[in-house]
């Protein structure tokens, strides 16, 4: 079975400029999450979708952030324009359902914001 | 709201030594507790996890965990580290959202 699929790996960016990361997630999976993990911290929840509907994106900087799910399979983070504390790394989980099920991780994509 | 402290941000242990990282949760009702492992360069890959039922709960790789109300507590066990055992170590809680620690990063001295 593949795993949870992210790309870039790495992204390295000059403040204000914008930028986009891809997920996809495990085949079958309905519920997908964006975390945004800074350097020496957990990861923060961003974004849940189910399917290709919002569920949560309360601690998503709406102002700057945005992300979409087309099609409740493949999703997208774009940070536009990106500041300096954007740098961190963005991890894509996904998972059968909403509930208790086990949430599987990507490899994240590493931004660095110059 | 429910959180999770790890207390300890880095420890060093031998391999073969006996292994316990410590969390703790604040949550008024029964948590969902969950343990998961990061390596350098890596997504987090899920130990173990505790909804209900028996305290002690068996995970992946030979890691342990034991869930005590009594001290709000859900510590991660080992009893004999493996060098590759060597990575960051986070404890999180909630259901429908995860809410994780800051991480315990665990180094193996060989």
């Known amino acids: 079975e593949a795993g949870v699929a992210q790309s870039p790996r790495y992204k390295i960016i000059e403040k204000r400029q914008s930028v986009a990361f891809w997920c996809n997630p495990i085949?079958?999976?309905?519920?997908l999450y964006w975390y945004q993990q800074i350097l020496g911290q957990g990861p923060k929840l961003l974004i849940q979708f189910q399917n290709n509907g919002v569920v949560d994106d309360s601690q998503l900087p709406k102002d700057r952030f945005s992300a979409e799910r087309l099609k409740g399979v493949d999703s997208t983070l774009k940070i536009q324009p990106a500041k300096l504390e954007d740098s961190a790394v963005y991890l894509c989980?996904?998972?059968?359902?909403?509930?208790?099920?086990?949430?599987?991780f990507g490899p994240g994509t590493r931004l660095t914001v110059l | 709201a429910q959180s999770v402290t790890q207390p300890d941000i880095h420890i060093t242990v031998s391999e073969g030594a006996s292994l316990e990282l410590r969390c703790n949760y604040s949550y008024g009702a029964t948590p969902y507790l969950f343990w998961y492992v990061q390596s350098p360069g890596q997504g987090l890959q899920l130990l173990l996890k505790?909804?209900?039922?028996?305290?002690l709960v068996q995970g992946i790789k030979g890691f342990e965990a034991e869930f005590k109300r009594s001290q709000s507590s859900f510590n991660l066990r080992k009893p004999s580290v493996h060098w590759s055992d060597a990575a960051e170590y986070f404890c999180?809680?909630?259901?429908?959202?995860?809410?994780f620690g800051k991480g315990t990063k665990l180094s193996v001295i060989p």
């Open positions: 085949s079958g999976h309905a519920t």
């Open positions: 989980a996904s998972s059968l359902d909403h509930s208790t099920d086990t949430q599987y």
């Open positions: 999180a809680t909630g259901s429908y959202q995860l809410t």
């Open positions: 505790y909804f209900s039922g028996d305290t």
